[in-house]
């Protein structure tokens, strides 16, 4: 007959990927998802409390946190080379404000 108990469970194997198995995974930001770098949980809860719509999915947050940070990127890139172009290291809000005045698309 055989035995019902065991005797090592430590040493079964199944015991020991037992515990593997039923880990929670890390938890993974819808920014990290989107490939973005703006916030996109913060904006879909801003969207939410500010009732544009009565439903609001996570698409439409991915779509303006990436339209914002494609903004952000564009201006900081035209001031940074309005700052090296009059030899300066900061970039200051005049410097943002002058790059905005000048350039037609934004």
Do not use: C, W
Request: aromatic share 8%; net charge positive; no cysteine.
């Amino acid at each position: 007959k055989k035995s019902k108990r065991r005797l090592f469970t430590d040493q079964h194997p199944e015991s020991q990927n037992n515990h593997i198995k039923f880990q929670k995974k890390k938890p993974v930001s819808k920014s990290v998802k989107s490939g973005l770098i703006f916030p996109v949980a913060r904006f879909q809860k801003k969207m939410k409390q500010e009732r544009y719509a009565r439903k609001i999915g996570v698409g439409g947050a991915v779509y303006m946190a990436a339209v914002l940070e494609y903004l952000v990127a564009e201006v900081l890139e035209l001031a940074g080379n309005f700052t090296r172009h009059y030899k300066r290291v900061r970039i200051t809000p005049r410097a943002i404000l002058l790059t905005m005045k000048h350039d037609t698309e934004l």
